[in-house]
């Protein structure tokens, strides 16, 4: 288990950009696939993007495609989501999670470690 702690996120107008990052203090976050949720009011927490151990395999969701790049710098315990072209619909508390190890995959339910969010508003 790791302890996740997110920052980086705020207000901003459509059309720009924010980086979120998520931080762990344990070694062994190096070697966990690391994902970003967002959950938005009313609605179920949906899958943003996720990096492998290495970060040489990521995925994303559909609608964050081509605006949305998730990196990590494992030096460092850190992921990071840069979120560019930003929608009032990206507006969202922004959930980091992990799990141990491969493959890595989109269900939530995989994952067993839990940030408690970052709060991120688009204006329009």
């Known amino acids: 288990q790791v302890q996740l702690v997110e920052s980086g996120g705020g207000l901003v107008q459509a059309g720009g950009s924010l980086r979120l990052s998520c931080a762990a203090s344990?070694?062994?976050?190096?070697?966990?696939?690391v994902s970003w949720f967002r959950q938005a009011p009313g609605k179920e927490r949906a899958f943003v993007a996720a990096?492998?151990?290495?970060?040489?395999?990521?995925i994303y969701g559909d609608s964050v495609k081509g605006r949305f790049t998730i990196s990590r710098d494992n030096a460092k315990n850190t992921v990071h989501l840069q979120m560019n072209r930003l929608k009032p619909e990206d507006t969202a508390v922004y959930y980091c999670a992990a799990r141990a190890g491969v493959p890595v995959v989109a269900g939530e339910g995989a994952y067993d470690c839990w940030g408690r969010g970052t709060q991120v508003t688009v204006s329009s």
């Open positions: 344990e070694p062994t976050f190096s070697t966990y696939t």
């Open positions: 990096v492998s151990w290495s970060g040489g395999i990521t």
